[in-house]
């Protein structure tokens, strides 16, 4: 997992998915219900879908709007008039929103977090269903993540209303980004409030200067695979591209790791290599006079050898350094 420091808070991943419940995929708002919240639904071919042996399911619960009726709290009866009331062979059934909770933030947190990223989409007129999960990672850590399932329609009057409500697709589609960072906002302020050092970014990968995320491929996928014991195209890519990611993760380490090794060398050597000193002038031979009156008898002055060196920094003359 990349971190990264933001205004000295850590920075780390944040994931925040938007999707949709299509039939034009042969999928089912009822199925997709039954699925996060690990339970059963009976679907509109008369065939049951039974999720009950999902381990990782760890709260569940519906957000409504104010004012909605009782039974938009119940997810049985919310999603099978929310499947009624499409009429198209290629209607869209339910809005998806995938949002990841920190590994920081502690488990009693997470059905108060839900619940305030709920309310985003609940204010909007949506009925939403609430999923917690909390899975094993790639990395044999914890993956806790909120799934939000939305209505496509308004309640009006107690029942969904007969029209789309089409306005909610600006939210989604022309402005995604605003959604992901409202999320992004409120998690960190709930984050702040909880004392948890984190910082969610909503930028992309491309626009933060990461490598693309992992592409989460369908489920059927596995469920192909623990059937036949053949690996999808789809999963031959992923773990084709998991195995690349993992060797560049390598280097990339072993290359910091050979940095750190060439700047405590540097230093080392540093320390290591003896002062720099200048070389020396030789000293030189000086003939002064040490009398310099008539010697008696008129003989010649008296001389004296000196030895005198040149001065510098690092030679000291005997006697006092300093005086009169």
């Not at 039974?71 to 995938?98: G, I, P, S, Y």
């Not at 044999?140 to 029209?163: C, Q, W, Y």
């Not at 059937?227 to 993760?249: C, F, H, N, P, Y």
């Amino acid at each position: 997992m990349r971190l990264h420091l933001y205004n000295g808070c850590r920075m780390s991943y944040f994931g925040c998915k938007l999707d949709l419940v299509r039939r034009s995929k042969g999928q089912c708002a009822l199925e997709h219900s039954a699925y996060r919240r690990g339970g059963t639904a009976r679907l509109p071919d008369g065939s049951v879908a039974d999720f009950t042996h999902r381990t990782d399911v760890i709260a569940h619960f519906v957000v409504t709007p104010t004012g909605a009726p009782a039974w938009a709290a119940d997810c049985a009866q919310l999603w099978t008039k929310a499947v009624a009331a499409e009429k198209r062979a290629n209607a869209q059934e339910a809005r998806l929103v995938e949002i990841s909770i920190p590994r920081s933030l502690p488990r009693e947190h997470w059905i108060d977090l839900a619940r305030r990223l709920a309310r985003v989409l609940a204010i909007r007129g949506m009925a939403v269903q609430v999923d917690i999960h909390c899975p094993t990672a790639s990395d044999r850590g914890l993956n806790p993540h909120i799934h939000l399932m939305a209505t496509m329609r308004e309640i009006v009057d107690g029942e969904f209303s007969p029209k789309k409500a089409r306005h909610w697709n600006a939210s989604f589609f022309r402005n995604a980004k605003a959604i992901r960072r409202e999320m992004a906002e409120m998690l960190n302020e709930f984050c702040r409030m909880k004392g948890v050092d984190y910082h969610a970014d909503p930028r992309s990968n491309a626009e933060r200067g990461l490598p693309p995320a992992e592409v989460r491929l369908p489920h059927w996928n596995v469920v192909a695979f623990k059937r036949s014991g053949k690996k999808t195209r789809a999963l031959e890519q992923r773990d084709e591209e998991r195995k690349v990611r993992a060797e560049i993760a390598r280097l990339e380490a072993q290359s910091r790791e050979l940095e750190r090794e060439l700047e405590a060398a540097r230093a080392d050597a540093e320390l290591a290599s003896p002062k720099k000193i200048s070389p020396a002038t030789p000293p030189q031979l000086v003939r002064r006079p040490l009398i310099k009156k008539p010697a008696m008898g008129g003989g010649a002055e008296t001389f004296a050898t000196e030895i005198t060196a040149p001065a510098s920094a690092d030679f000291d003359l005997p006697g006092p350094r300093y005086g009169p």
